[in-house]
Nanobody
Framework: QLQASGGGLVQAGGSLRLSCAAS????????MAWFRQAPGKEREFVAA????????SYADSVKGRFTVSRDNAKNTVYLQMNSLTPEDTAVYYC??????????????????WGQGTLVTVSS
């Protein structure tokens, strides 16, 4: 089970950190990712971190602004979001894939999903 949190309302240029807490004892074996879905749009890949070696990947639209990280001791994955723009407004979802690597970009490739947390960036 995945529980996302940390969303909210922020002004353009601001920052937020999302968290996704996982239950269970095998979190370290899962590749983790963040996706987002804006109103009227399809869910899109944002960032991913591998189950081992800590390799990461990002969508071009967030590269250099967002950072994904994980703390296996806390069963938690994070998404630090800086320099936010109104185009970042969306519901953000965390997802997990057993033995997933950071080059796993497809929505259908992930096995478990969190409930989503809303990020609203005002101009």
């Amino acid at each position: 089970q995945l529980q996302a949190s940390g969303g909210g309302l922020v002004q353009a240029g601001g920052s937020l950190r999302l968290s996704c807490a996982a239950s269970g004892r095998t979190f370290s074996g899962y590749g983790m990712a963040w996706f987002r879905q804006a109103p009227g749009k399809e869910r899109e890949f944002v960032a991913a971190i591998s189950w081992r070696f800590g390799s990461t990947s990002y969508a071009d639209s967030v590269k250099g602004r967002f950072t994904v990280s994980r703390d296996n001791a806390k069963n938690t994955v994070y998404l630090q979001m800086n320099s936010l723009t109104p185009e970042d407004t969306a519901v953000y979802y965390c997802a997990a894939k057993w033995r997933g690597y950071s080059d796993t970009f497809g929505v259908n490739e992930y096995e478990y999903w969190g409930q989503g947390t809303l990020v609203t960036v005002s101009s």
